[in-house]
């Protein structure tokens, strides 16, 4: 029966069931001012207890809904719906947890389509949302892709989860791939352009260009990262697990590594306080100096593996340079730089730069 207590506003109503409060009564507010009305609530309830809807009921006593809400929606006849809505998982509190030890990049794409503290349920996440999501992004198809790749492994983590029976993402096509950029030093030009920067900038660019180590991977490079005697530098890649390994760097390039170490020991950056701009505004200047252009910084990854290839490299040791997970991007970006027997005799210009590299990376170690 509806009551309604000194000085309240509304009818209240006590509702028990067998599936919550251990069956005790619990006192809810109908909304109601009239008792007509809330004597419409009250029947209403019981209907669904006589036929066992406890559902509704339980998302009443758990806070999900509130008994004015129930009563609204099962006189539209959208109950069944709003309940659904409730077993529907949101993704919002789900990306929250996935970011804590997914790739920072990536959780910004995907925040893009699930909108931090906005509700998104489980069910929006289809094949459809994802297409039209990526249609409406206003950037290149590659970059489309990328955040393809952001909402793939997010919902291969949900699979993992048991949120997801499959992954929607899977399903939808990728963009058309630009052919990769193809501008390349020799590794007497790359080793000309670090001679005409200053320093530390010389050791930054001597280190991408003779071990096709990444930008913001170089910049976090520590002085006991560096093995002087063997020549290999630890790159903590973050992108995939394969990012993270240890690089072979070329001789003539430890002599600037040390250079830019000093007596430094322990974890102490090298590059402490070079900014990416910095960087960038820098190689250009340095290239201009000695006369080049129309070369990007990141083309120094480029210039790695074609001089390594050319060297005789085998396309595996430079996919692991590059921080590839095998050699099938090597091979086919690269793959037409793999020498025959006249590209094993080194010009006369880098036994050059070797040779007087040599001396001062055999000092240091």
């Not at 006590?14 to 009305?37: H, L, M, Q, V």
């Not at 899977?170 to 193809?182: G, H, I, T, Y």
């Not at 250079?259 to 201009?288: E, H, M, N, R, W």
Request: charged content about 30%.
């Amino acid at each position: 029966m509806v009551f309604k207590s000194k000085h309240a506003r509304t009818f209240k109503l006590k509702i028990a069931i067998p599936t919550r409060n251990d069956g005790e009564p619990r006192t809810f507010s109908t909304g109601c001012t009239i008792k007509a009305a809330a004597d419409d609530v009250e029947r209403m309830v019981q209907r669904m207890k006589g036929a066992r809807r406890w559902e509704a009921l339980e998302a009443i006593f758990d806070g999900a809904l509130t008994l004015p809400e129930v009563y609204d929606a099962e006189t539209r006849g959208t109950l069944t719906e709003r309940l659904a809505e409730l077993r529907d998982v949101d993704l919002d509190p789900l990306v929250t947890e996935w970011a804590t030890r997914a790739n920072a990049k990536y959780v910004r794409q995907v925040r893009r389509l699930i909108v931090e503290g906005e509700r998104f349920p489980a069910s929006r996440f289809r094949r459809k949302t994802v297409s039209e999501f990526l249609a409406g992004l206003t950037c290149s198809g590659p970059t489309k892709n990328r955040y393809r790749a952001a909402l793939s492994v997010f919902a291969k983590w949900l699979v993992e989860r048991e949120v997801l029976e499959s992954n929607p993402v899977r399903d939808v096509a990728m963009q058309k791939e630009r052919s990769p950029r193809m501008v390349w030093m020799t590794w007497d030009e790359s080793w000309k352009v670090a001679k005409a920067a200053p320093k530390p900038y010389r050791a930054l660019f001597a280190l991408m260009a003779a071990t096709g180590m990444e930008l913001g991977v170089a910049l976090r490079v520590k002085t006991s990262d560096v093995d002087f005697a063997e020549r290999t530098v630890h790159a903590r890649g973050s992108k995939t697990t394969w990012r993270n390994r240890v690089v072979r760097c070329e001789l003539w390039a430890i002599a600037e590594l040390a250079t830019a170490a000093g007596d430094s020991i322990g974890p102490v950056p090298l590059f402490l306080g070079i900014g990416y701009k910095d960087a960038l505004d820098t190689f250009k200047s340095a290239q201009q100096a000695v006369g080049l252009s129309g070369h990007r910084l990141h083309d120094l990854r480029h210039t790695y593996a074609v001089n390594a290839l050319k060297k005789g490299y085998k396309a595996q040791t430079v996919a692991h340079q590059l921080g590839h997970k095998d050699a099938t991007m090597v091979t086919r970006v690269y793959g037409r730089f793999v020498p025959d027997a006249t590209d094993y005799q080194a010009n006369a210009a880098t036994k050059k730069v070797t040779k007087g590299s040599r001396k001062a990376g055999g000092k240091r170690a």
